[in-house]
C-alpha cells in the first residue's frame, strides 16, 4: 500500500537548534517526493522536491532534505531554526504525470522556544 | 507567473444550507486541479481532481461535488450541508509535476 509516515507528530526545538523532521514512505513506483509548510490559517507552501539526480535537495527558507532510497525516507532539516518556522509540515509523495496525486503524511507540528 | 485564488477565505454556513467555494488560477492553461479537505487536526483528504474541462474524479463519497465550468475554474458545491463538512478547503493546481496550493476557506457549518 502506498503511505507517508510522519512519526513525529509535535516537535518542540530551541531558537537556534537545529531541526530534523523525518518522513519514511511506502511507494510501488518512482517517487517524487516534496516537503510543505502550513502556517495557521494559511494555505501550503511547498519548501522543497526531489524529482531526481542529488539526493541532497535545497529548498526555501535555508531547509534541506535528503532522499534516502534504501531507507525510503526523505528527512528535511534545518540547521538553525528560527522562529518563524514555527508551522507544521508536510511529507507528501507522487508519481510523473498522470493526474499527479499526491499522499500526504499526516503532518509534523513544530514549535519553537525563544 | 502563475496564481491561484480561492473565495471565499472564511464562510459561516447553517447546517442544511447550500455551498459554493471558487477556486481560479492565472497564468496557465488546462492545469490539473484538486480539491483538499483539513480538518481540524487530521491531514490532508483529497476530495475530487479535474484534468480538464468537465471532467471530474471524485476520491471519497460524500456529501460534496465539484464542477470544472472552464479551463482555469473549479468549483466545489453543495446542496445541503452537514456539520461533518466544516474544514478548511483548499484548492491546488500542478505545475511541472508540482502541485501548488491556494490560500485556502475555512469553511464552518454550525
Same mark, same amino acid.
Given at each position: 500500500?502506498?503511505?507517508?509516515?510522519?512519526?513525529? +507528530?509535535? +516537535?518542540?526545538?530551541?531558537?537556534?537548534?537545529?531541526?530534523?523532521?523525518?518522513?519514511?514512505?511506502?511507494?510501488?513506483?518512482?517517487?517524487?517526493?516534496?516537503?510543505?509548510?502550513?502556517?495557521?490559517?494559511?494555505?501550503?507552501?511547498?519548501?522543497?522536491?526531489?524529482?531526481?539526480?542529488?539526493?541532497?535537495?535545497?529548498? +526555501?527558507?535555508?531547509?534541506?532534505?535528503?532522499?534516502?532510497?534504501?531507507?525510503?525516507?526523505?528527512?528535511?532539516?534545518?540547521?538553525?531554526?528560527?522562529?518563524?518556522?514555527?508551522?507544521?509540515?508536510?511529507?507528501?509523495?507522487?508519481?510523473?504525470?498522470?493526474?499527479?496525486?499526491? +499522499?500526504?503524511?499526516?503532518?509534523?507540528?513544530?514549535?519553537?522556544?525563544? | 507567473?502563475? %496564481?491561484?485564488?480561492?473565495?471565499?477565505?472564511?464562510?459561516?454556513?447553517?447546517?442544511?444550507?447550500?455551498?459554493?467555494?471558487?477556486?481560479?488560477?492565472?497564468? %496557465?492553461?488546462?492545469?490539473?486541479?484538486?480539491?483538499?479537505?483539513?480538518?481540524?487536526?487530521?491531514?490532508?483528504?483529497?476530495?475530487?481532481?479535474?484534468?480538464?474541462?468537465?471532467?471530474?474524479?471524485?476520491?471519497?463519497?460524500?456529501?460534496?461535488?465539484?464542477?470544472?465550468?472552464?479551463?482555469?475554474?473549479?468549483?466545489?458545491?453543495?446542496?445541503?450541508?452537514?456539520?461533518?463538512?466544516?474544514?478548511?478547503?483548499?484548492?491546488?493546481?500542478?505545475?511541472?509535476?508540482?502541485?501548488?496550493?491556494?490560500?485556502?476557506?475555512?469553511?464552518?457549518?454550525?
Amino acid at each position: 500500500a502506498q503511505s507517508v509516515t510522519q512519526p513525529d +507528530i509535535h +516537535i518542540t526545538v530551541s531558537e537556534g537548534a537545529s531541526l530534523e523532521l523525518r518522513c519514511n514512505y511506502s511507494y510501488g513506483a518512482t517517487p517524487y517526493l516534496f516537503w510543505y509548510v502550513q502556517s495557521p490559517g494559511q494555505g501550503l507552501q511547498l519548501l522543497l522536491k526531489y524529482f531526481s539526480g542529488d539526493t541532497l535537495v535545497q529548498g +526555501i527558507k535555508g531547509f534541506e532534505a535528503e532522499f534516502k532510497r534504501s531507507q525510503s525516507s526523505f528527512n528535511l532539516r534545518k540547521p538553525s531554526v528560527h522562529w518563524s518556522d514555527a508551522a507544521e509540515y508536510f511529507c507528501a509523495v507522487g508519481a510523473r504525470g498522470g493526474y499527479n496525486k499526491l +499522499i500526504f503524511g499526516a503532518g509534523t507540528r513544530l514549535a519553537v522556544h525563544p | 507567473s502563475q %496564481t491561484i485564488h480561492q473565495w471565499p477565505a472564511t464562510l459561516v454556513q447553517p447546517v442544511g444550507s447550500p455551498l459554493s467555494l471558487e477556486c481560479t488560477v492565472e497564468g %496557465t492553461s488546462n492545469p490539473n486541479l484538486y480539491w483538499y479537505r483539513q480538518a481540524a487536526g487530521r491531514g490532508l483528504q483529497l476530495l475530487f481532481y479535474s484534468v480538464g474541462i468537465g471532467q471530474i474524479s471524485s476520491e471519497v463519497p460524500q456529501n460534496l461535488s465539484a464542477s470544472r465550468p472552464q479551463d482555469r475554474q473549479f468549483i466545489l458545491s453543495s446542496k445541503k450541508l452537514l456539520l461533518s463538512d466544516s474544514g478548511f478547503y483548499l484548492c491546488a493546481w500542478t505545475f511541472r509535476d508540482t502541485q501548488y496550493f491556494g490560500p485556502g476557506t475555512r469553511l464552518t457549518v454550525l
